[in-house]
T-cell receptor, first 116, second 111 residues
């Protein structure tokens, strides 16, 4: 399927477990982003990537790890899940044709994560 | 640090009304500002992107304006329809920074 996809769409896990959320885009966009959306906080940037093997922290990176070995994939790993990481996670991509990330972003459908 | 607010938090209007959603930002040195729509349980869909050099953008019944000097953007929806019901978010992009999103305005258009 063309576009940007996320898997799983729903995930329940327990405190202390490692969880990986997957993001895949078919446009060969340079930039990819991970956000979390919480009531009262809106959308907050966790990590972003300007290209394969280039990643950088966003506003709330603690407790998360990312990698980008291929342009089309940008997995987000919660190394030891905590209840405060219960949230809806969105992946997004942007062409970055101007060399800047501040262009139209295209969002995936989200992953709802519940940490018990 | 850029901060983005949106007023009102929620809005309910009868079908056919014209309406305005507001977005305010604290740092006027923005590169562009984007409006998104989010349906319940779904991701965000880009509606309009206004570059810092532009004053407005239009797409169908939607018109977004940008006033950097006052730190404001408005989204105007003409002849609202029940299908317009969703949450509308704005996001400000500053030079050297990433998107900063507002909390959103939840719109309900009643038939």
């Amino acid at each position: 399927d063309a576009g940007i996809t996320q898997s799983p769409r729903y995930k329940i896990t327990e405190t202390g477990r490692q969880v990986t959320l997957m993001c895949h885009q078919t446009w060969s966009h340079s930039y990819m982003f991970w956000y979390r959306q919480d009531l009262g906080h809106g959308l907050r940037l966790i990590y972003y990537s300007a290209a394969a093997d280039i990643t950088d922290k966003g506003e709330v990176p603690d407790g998360y790890v990312v990698s980008r070995s291929k342009t089309e994939n940008f997995p987000l790993t919660l190394e030891s899940a905590t209840r405060s990481q219960t949230s809806v996670y969105f992946c997004a991509s942007s062409p970055g044709t101007s060399g800047l990330p501040q262009e139209t972003q295209y969002f995936g459908p989200g992953t709802r994560l519940l940490v018990l | 640090k850029q901060e983005v607010t949106q007023i009102p938090a929620a809005l309910s209007v009868p079908e056919g009304e014209n309406l305005v959603l507001n977005c305010s930002f604290t740092d006027s040195a923005i590169y562009n500002l984007q409006w998104f729509r989010q349906d319940p349980g779904k991701g965000l869909t880009s509606l309009l992107l206004i570059q810092s050099s532009q004053r407005e953008q239009t797409s169908g019944r939607l018109n977004a304006s940008l006033d950097k000097s006052s730190g404001r953007s408005t989204l105007y929806i003409a002849a609202s329809q029940p299908g317009d019901s969703a949450t509308y978010l704005c996001a400000a992009h500053n030079y050297g920074q990433n998107f900063v999103f507002g909390p959103g305005t939840r719109l309900s258009v009643l038939p």
